[in-house]
């Protein structure tokens, strides 16, 4: 009876801890997959107000349908707001030419060693978005 008991008491640990490997497993590839999940939003919110810059006209603050405000004078290029360059989700570079933005989204979380990383391109009528990392 001792060496059956013994038995089941290494059989459980051997199964307990399996469990909790699994359990360690799925969670990080769920803040991963989480994490990603928020930089593309966040990436589709900043695409958003890209496009809007480009569609106001340039006596409104706006580009004046260019992303640089380059057809017109006295505009200033689309930046990203100073309050949404950095957020909890990660760090967000923009790339601004005439008739497109590159926005550049890497994560907090790290996927193999290197951050989540996602890049979105906008032009006047469409954004496609790229997943790196």
Known sequence: MGQQQLLLIVLGVIIVGIAVVVGIN???ASSINSNRDAVIADLTTLASMAQQYYRKPIAMGGGGQSFDASTGSG????????????????IYTPTVGAQSVT???????????????????????????????
Do not use: C, Y
């Open 75 to 90: 505009g200033a290029p689309w930046t990203i707001p100073a309050q949404l360059d950095t957020t909890a989700n990660g």
């Open 26 to 28: 799925v969670f990080t």
């Open 103 to 133: 926005l550049v989204g890497t994560g907090t979380e790290k996927n193999g060693g290197s951050p989540v990383k996602v890049t979105m391109t906008v032009s006047p009528t469409a954004i496609s978005t790229v997943i790196n990392n």
